[in-house]
């Protein structure tokens, strides 16, 4: 039984009022509320979190991309990226990920992600998101159009990755006449692409006939087990083939602690602030006219009122915990409670394991992944305990001997026109001055006339 572990971060502002208190912490919430110094501290104390993820041996660190909340305050996921590939050396990092259908250009995110992909060595992930129905009203974008333009974008961009340029591309909602991207992508074909969901059957459908790992963002254990099993079954029945776990991750809060006592103590109003205020949206809000089909609204709307479901910022603690929402406890039920989640989602990776938490403090935060990292990997791996990172060859060469040995080839050495047509090896640090052959063999090097 294995897993692939990714401390998932959403760079929250904490310092709102209570959810009670608010209409919704997107879109509506003032920006008033934002203090630009205390912000400072929190990108600073969440970016050196993910940077002691490699210390700690995860097997990478994710970052996505939301706008104009309290929620997750990282507009633009590239930078964060481009960040961590300075500060970390193997672990694999996730773009998890840019919002396609917000983007005018999907070959700006085909660009920033071969750039970062290069600059890193190989270790980026591309996820690709449709992004949640309140930030089509923050963008001004029209959500009825957001299925179409987010695959036909994410098929651009695989094609730009791919695919010899400069091609054109004329489709329904994006035309170029030129696909050509500088850099391309070191890894091949091209980076590894991810697509987190909930429950949609019908991105489900699409990721497994595409083949795509899916990422199923926070939902209970029985959505999450219907979910699961309906991309193993498409993938079988209707797609002919078996996926590997590896192809399926949750992303469910974890926190560990010495005792179940003490991981509930120190969990409890981080995961209810995560719950309760930073995900409060109207339904409103979070499904405008034109985002989903109406058909699938109201089949929604019919479930939850047979099952007797609420919102999630409605639900109690336990509640959250009974569900699956959230794992707390120590390691002993940590690793029980995965094990159950393995065998019962047959999925292979995990996200927002033992890292931060709605409103959690730095102290807490490492805490949590310290404790996760050396006593619930460790049950979950080969003897060794090695993130998988620690086991692959880099795809691009590690010395200046070996760079000069793979690339460039020497008929691809640049030259550049002096005069004539005398071309000039760049790669030489100097003009040499032509020398008379007789003066040399004398040892009196003497500058000839020619």
């Keep these: 039984m294995r897993l692939e572990f990714y401390t998932f971060h959403l760079m929250p502002f904490p310092y709102i009022p209570p959810g009670e208190e608010l209409e919704s912490a997107w879109i509506t919430l003032p920006n008033s509320q934002y203090d630009p110094a205390a912000g400072h501290r929190l990108y600073r104390e969440y970016l050196e979190q993910m940077v002691f993820a490699e210390q700690l041996g995860y097997d990478g660190i994710l970052v996505n991309e939301h ?16 960040y961590l590939t300075a500060r ?34 190989g270790r980026i992930v591309s996820g690709h998101v449709r992004a949640m129905g309140a930030e089509y009203i923050s963008a001004g974008v029209d959500p009825s159009t957001s299925k179409a333009r987010f695959w036909e974008a994410h098929d651009l961009i695989v094609k730009a990755w791919t695919e010899p340029g400069p091609f054109a591309w004329e489709g329904e909602h994006f035309q170029f006449a030129h696909v050509n991207p500088w850099p391309r992508p070191l890894q091949q074909p091209h980076p590894p692409i991810w697509i987190p ?60 602690a010495e005792t179940d006592e003490q991981a509930h103590r120190e969990a409890k109003a981080h995961i ?33 009122r047979e099952v007797g479901a609420q919102p999630f910022w409605e639900l109690s603690y336990e509640e959250l915990c009974d569900n699956g929402y959230c794992i707390v406890g ?19 990776m995990v996200m927002s394991a033992g890292g931060h938490i709605g409103s959690m403090p730095d102290w807490l935060v490492r805490k949590n992944m310290q404790i996760f990292a050396e006593e619930v990997m460790p049950h979950f791996r080969e003897p060794d305990g090695k993130p998988f990172w620690a ?55 003497t500058v000839s006339s020619s």
Aim: neutral net charge; aromatic residues 6%.
């Design 67 to 82: 706008h104009q909340n309290a929620y997750a305050v990282q507009p633009a996921p590239n930078l964060w990226a481009a």
């Design 88 to 121: 970390t050396s193997r672990i694999r990092i996730g773009v998890l990920g840019n919002a396609l259908p917000l983007h005018r250009s999907p070959l700006r995110v085909a660009e920033e992600i071969a750039m970062l992909d290069v600059l890193s060595g």
């Design 197 to 256: 969901g909930s429950s949609s059957q019908e991105t489900i459908d699409e990721t497994a006939r595409r083949r795509i790992p899916f990422m199923l963002t926070p939902i209970s254990n029985q959505a999450s087990k219907h979910a699961f099993s309906l991309y193993y079954r498409l993938a079988e029945e209707k797609y002919g083939y078996t996926p590997d776990p590896r192809q399926l991750g949750r992303l469910v809060h974890t926190h560990v």
């Design 272 to 304: 209810l602030w995560f719950f309760r205020n930073g995900l409060k949206i109207p339904r409103h809000h979070l499904v405008p006219p034109g985002y989903s089909p109406a058909a699938a609204i109201l089949a929604m709307m019919t479930k939850q």
């Design 330 to 348: 120590s390691p002993d039920t940590v690793i029980e409670r995965y094990t159950q989640m393995v065998e019962d989602f047959r999925i292979g």
């Design 391 to 445: 086991r692959a060859d880099r795809p691009h060469p590690q010395t200046a001997a070996e760079v000069s040995a793979r690339t460039p080839a020497p008929s691809l050495r640049p030259r550049a026109l002096l005069e004539g047509e005398t071309y000039l090896d760049c790669l030489t640090g100097h003009v040499v001055d032509p020398v008379d052959p007789a003066a040399e063999l004398s040892g009196q090097e």
